[in-house]
């Protein structure tokens, strides 16, 4: 079973911020916090990770409680192209079958004109 | 330029009929991975091969055979196909930055069992 649960649904404006949450209550001192997303008809695309500390790249930022079980994904500025299915997936850092990722239904973000 | 790419992209066949998926990755990752994708978008990795090793197998029939001729190539036996495995399969690579792993994906095979 996944260790992370998401809202099955949100929408979103275009042009303002998305934030998608994440619960994770159960995450372990060494496990990450990864999102990833997949766009309609496509495989799932990389977007960000963290352990403890907030994280931004050039997609979005990754918004980590001091307690960590849960986390905020954050989209600064939807466009109609991030309309797609996201994926917040805790992993152990250890190699061998702490490295598969247990993925749960995500969120269906629906970014709207 | 496509990072990883899987062939075919469709593929529709009778029951019972053996056919391959193929995955190629041009990242120079070590690990590879096939998930399956259900009707219900449940997202679950059947195997993994670290150049070229198995190191995950997951509850898969033995039907189900990957095979990797070097370490930028996953490719997907199934024999005996059964309506139960029409699902979207994915090919994907990774690699390992200390404790961080990012996966790449293809894009996809559709696989329609009649």
């Known amino acids: 079973d996944a260790k992370t649960t998401q809202p099955p649904s949100m929408d979103c404006a275009e042009g303002r911020a998305a934030n998608l949450p994440c619960n994770h209550s159960?995450?372990?001192?060494?496990?990450?916090v990864y999102w990833y997303r997949q766009i309609h008809s496509q495989g799932p695309q990389y977007i960000i990770h963290?352990?403890?500390?907030?994280e931004t790249n050039e997609m979005a930022s990754l918004i980590i409680t001091e307690d960590r079980k849960s986390s905020t994904l954050i989209l600064p500025h939807a466009t109609l192209r991030d309309t797609a299915v996201y994926y917040c997936i805790v992993r152990g850092g250890n190699a061998g079958n702490n490295r598969k990722l247990i993925w749960g239904l995500g969120t269906s973000l629906a970014v709207n004109p | 330029d496509t990072a990883v790419s899987q062939t075919p992209k469709y593929l529709v066949t009778q029951m019972g009929n053996d056919k391959s998926i193929k995955c190629e990755q041009n990242l120079g990752h070590d690990t590879m991975y096939w998930y399956k994708q259900d009707s219900k978008k449940f997202l679950k990795i059947m195997f993994s091969?670290?150049?070229?090793?198995?190191?995950i197998n997951e509850t898969v029939p033995n039907r189900f055979s990957p095979k990797s001729p070097d370490k930028a190539h996953l490719n997907l036996h199934i024999n005996s196909l059964e309506l139960g495995d029409s699902a979207v399969y994915f090919c994907a690579s990774s690699t390992r930055t200390g404790n961080n792993e990012k996966l790449f994906f293809g894009s996809g095979t559709q696989l329609s069992v009649l």
């Open positions: 091969y670290n150049n070229k090793e198995l190191i």
């Open positions: 159960t995450i372990s001192g060494n496990e990450y």
């Open positions: 963290g352990l403890k500390n907030n």
